[in-house]
Structure formats: C-alpha cells, structure tokens
C-alpha cells in the first residue's frame, strides 16, 4: 500500500501541475484567495503614481508618444519642488517626437537633482533595431529597467528582479534600488490588493495634470510613479480579475506601484513550503485509500467522502486559515479521489490512463491524424524546438468584452461554446492545431507538429470556411441582446522556431518568431482596414491573382519591413472590383488620377473603411500602395 500512495501522490502532485485544466483551475483557486481572502491594510504611504488618464491627453496635441515636454514639466516641478524619494517614468522612449520637446525632456533628465528611472522595452515586447538604437541614445546616462512583465496563464502574477527574456535589471528592480529599498534577487509572487481600510485604494493615484495643486508633503520623500492609465494602453489581467468590473485589467504602472509598495512593506503572498504541500497530498492519498477499503456501504462511503472533502476545502478557502499558509487545493483534491477510486493494477491502469489522456488531451486541439502520429511517435512531445515552415492564423471576435457585460454567465457561455465549437471544428477539418484560446480568440498552426506541405494553402481555405461560419452564426444568434461582433482573422506564413518551449517541470508546446508574431498583428490590423480577414502575401503568394482584394504593402507595429495584405472581396460587385483593381494599379503607379478613382468608389461605398483609408493618405498627399499603421 505504501507504493500504492506514493505512485497516487506522484500522480496527483504531477497532474495539478501539468494538466491543463487542473492547473488552471488550480490557479483559479488561487486567484480567488488572493483576491478575497487577504484582508485590506492602510494605504501604502510610500509609493504614489500620477496618472496620465485621458483627461490629461485631452490637454496633449497629440495621443501617443505622449507629450515629451508635459513630462519634462512633470518631473522638473517634482525635482524642484516636491523633492520625491525617486521618480519612475513608466513610458518607452523608441521613437522620436518633436526636436525641441526630446531635447528638453533629455535635458530635464540629465540635470534632475532626485534620482531617476525610466522603463525600457526590449526585442520581445516588439521593438525594432531603430527602436531599441533610439531608446539607447535617448537615455544614455540615465538609470532604466525594462518594463516587461511576465505573464502566466494569462495574467502577471510575478515579480522578477531581472528580465526572463534578457537577464536586464526590471523597471521595479532599478526603482527599489534608486529609493534605498532591498528587492529580492529571485522571482517572487505580487501580493495585488484590491483596497485598503477604510475602502480607500491601495496606492495613492493623483492625475497628473493636477501635479501643481497637490501639497508638498504628500510626495515628499515618497516614490513617485508616472505612468498612462487609459483602457487602450499597457492593460493586463492579474489575480484581482476574478473579481471583474474595474478590476478586470490593471495599468501597467499600477502592477508597479503594488510591487513596489510590497517590496517596501516586505509584504509577501501567503505560500506554503514545496515539502509541506505533497506531505498534504500524501496524507489525502492515504486517507482515501483507508476509506476505500472499510466495510462500508456505497451511500456511506460517498457520504464520509463528500464530508472529507468539504471540510478540506472550507479549511483551504477559509481567511482564519489563509493569513498564515495557502494550503495546495487541486492537488490533495485529486489525490483522495484517486487513491478512493482505485480498482485495478498500477500497471494496466497507467497504461490505459496515458492513452485516454492524450486523446482527451488533444482531441479537441489537433486533427485525429495528429493525435494518430503523436501516439506513434511520442518522441514529438518531447522538451525542444526547431525551425520550420509553417502558417499561422489568429481569431478574435470584436467587441466581445462589451458583449460579455450585457449577458448573463450561462447566455455567454451557451454563446461562446457553440461558436468556438464550429470554429474548432473547421480548423481540426483543415489539419489545424489549436495551439491556445485567448479569451474569445484562437491561435492555430499549420504545419506542426506534424508536418504538412500544403499548409499555406489550407491555413487560406480555413480562413475563408471560418470567416463563412462566423458571419452565418451571427445571423443565427443575432438578437437585441447578444448582438455578436465580426470575427476578425488573421493569416501568415513564414519560419518559426516550434516545438515544446520550457523547462522540464514546465514548458508548452507553442512557436516562436517573425511569422508568428506578424499573424498577430494581422488580425488586430482588420480593425484599422475594417476587413474581416486579413492575409499576406506570404500565404498567398506573390501573385493571388483577382481572388482576393489588395490592400497594400504595410509596416505593421514591431517590423520594419512591409508586407503585402490581401482581404475578401466581400459583397463588392464584380465591375467594382475591377474599378477598385484599376485604381490601386493607379495608387502603385504613383498617378495623379488614384485620388479621383478612389474617392469614386468611396461615394458609392461609402461604408467601405478601406477605401476611406486609402483616400485618406492620398489627401495627406502620400503616394503609392506602402504605408505603415502606428497601431497594433
């Protein structure tokens, strides 16, 4: 019986960790405890964040880059006046403004009499080799950290001293440094509190326009953070989301500040010791395994074990309890249920339990000839990557968010489930793996794991199958109360490193690159062309011929190279669709006759926000089909 429990614990300990849906379930739990359960303390007096919200873009010429001057004005009063403890600009320096308003906030900087960090970005956030050259020139001398933040499972939830992707001091890590607070050198979990006492919020947060107004001992000798807090910029899930409305996202600079704060109180999450968590499991192994094998009835068994089980998690999701150590929930769970339920040998039931795992695993993620190759070929699903060819494609239904207040849990859910049902199911038809679920959204390969010489040619055809659906089940759902979005698609194709990423506790089988990151970007570019799919050439070739529309050679966000964007014809006419073809050989031609052509074709569509696009930069005077889009 002793191997017996040891196996089932390994089990248990392994599965609530490595199965997708226990492990997120797991981190559910702890969301929910870290979310409800930490009781609220006083205001933090150390760190205060001065927000640039959007009454004060309303005041700026300009939305983005924000107004250099106005934050040289911002930290030249502070210095001057206020004497903080140290400032931290959470905003990145990648591009330039105006000369005169760089130079002065470059002076203001250099000559500050308080100490001074700036955010830095880095190649994985997105930022170019001119990006990353300005930010460097930009602030040379001055003390900086990179502001990226890890996420996992979708939300930030950890502090880390220095950058995963480039071993760089962060952004938190350089601000503790500059103001004399001791920061940890290893990783370690955020303790984000949604309120202090009182119901007062946890950080200070003053609009930054408003600087001039506030007393001086309110930022004296205080951390003072500047940073933006506007719902279309640096937004991230964390624990907190769990309880929704405003607490659904959270500004980047915010994160900070409660890092920040914690680090400064020495706070920390509740935890509990690796040696004590499977010291649980094990016990819950061994009880179930007890339980199992008294002479009981079957009612009274189920009856003592549903006892069991909730006096467990009353304990586990209890305050008294949680202030002190945060006792492992999926784990122990799993390990009574286990060890109660077992019937058979170890041997034979482990067999038969890794097959079924794989099949349920996978069957709703990859096409029954992936899941065929994989169970012949284990080695597949082992830890490593390599380069190879593939297409990629990204789906996101628009407005879902504001879709997702006006439904009642169980509408969305019946809503969503039906629609990702389909959209599966097309992508499984065309040999398509699902790689992830973002929300509302998919992430599907072509091409791996297994590989496939037609992926270009079936990530199209899937494109348009999915596009047909999407478009037919908003029809069929449509009512004044779930008045679902179009879904806009995305589609690239190119080199990827793919394969599964990690360490060997933890990793995923996911792809890196290029190719992967422009598919992306693709599909939030359908927004700012209002097409529904938006595919490269890439994909389609050099040459697609008359099939699919042109919408140009464009720089999306992170590349500096163009890439040439094709879309539907949609229920554009066909001698429309040869007036629009005549006109953009005009727009690459460079001809003086585009503007007229296109504006033609406006007036006669005038809902067409392509063709607006286009007419648009040809009265700002550019010319040709290449143009860049500020915008991810």
Known sequence: MSILAIVISAIAVLGSQYIAPLRQASRWLDDLRLAYLVPPIAQNPDVVVLAINEETMRQMPYRSPIDRGFIADLVELLCDQYRPRAIGIDTIFDQPTTPLE???????????????????????????????????????GISSGSAMLGVQGGSIRTYYPASPASGAPTFVHAVAIASGIESPTTPVPILFRSRALQHAAPIRVFPAQSLHLLPKEWLERRIVLIGADLTDRDQHRTPLSVLGADNEFMAGVMIHAQTLAQLATGASVPAISATLSIAIVLCSVVLGLMLALLPLTPALRITLALAILATYLYAA?????????????????????????????????????????????????????????????????????EVREMSFMFTDIAGFSS???????????????????GVVEIALKHRGT???FVGDGLVIFFGAPVRDADHRQQ????????????????????????LLGETRIGVNSGRAVVGNVGGRRRFEYTAHGDAINTAARLESANRLFGTRVCISSETLGADPGAAFRPIG???????????????????????????????????????????????ALSERFPDDALLRLHLARLRAGETGITFSLAEK
């Not at 002076?107 to 300005?134: D, H, M, N, Y």
């Not at 478009?471 to 759902?477: F, H, I, K, N, P």
């Not at 539907?568 to 031609?589: C, E, I, S």
Request: proline share 4%; aromatic share 8%; net charge negative.
């Open 102 to 140: 760089d130079a002065r906030l470059m002076e203001v900087l250099r000559a500050a009499k308080c100490p001074i960090v700036v955010a830095t970005g880095e190649p994985s956030t997105g930022l170019s080799s001119e990006q990353l050259a300005f930010q460097s020139n930009f602030l040379a």
């Open 317 to 385: 999701l209890s305050s008294n309890v949680y202030v002190f150590v945060s006792l492992p929930v999926i784990g122990p769970l799993l390990g009574f249920s286990l060890s109660a339920a077992v019937a058979t040998s170890l041997a034979r039931q482990q067999e038969r339990r890794q097959k079924k795992f794989l099949h349920s695993a996978f069957n709703q993620y990859v096409s029954p000839q992936i899941i065929d190759d994989l169970l012949a070929n284990p080695q597949h699903l082992e830890l490593g990557g």
């Open 403 to 421: 879709l997702a207040e006006r439904l009642e849990p169980e509408q969305l859910v019946d809503l969503l489930t039906d629609y990702l049902d």
């Open 434 to 436: 699902i790689a992830r």
């Open 459 to 482: 990530a199209v055809q899937c494109a348009l199958d999915i596009d047909a659906f999407c478009e037919a089940y908003r029809q069929r759902r449509h009512s004044s109360h779930e």
């Open 553 to 599: 050679r464009v720089i999306v966000k992170g590349r500096t190279t163009p890439v040439m964007l094709y879309t539907t014809w949609d229920v554009m006419a066909a001698d429309a669709q040869q007036a629009y073809l005549d006109a953009y050989d005009m727009m690459r031609d460079g001809s003086a006759a585009a503007i007229v052509a296109i504006a």
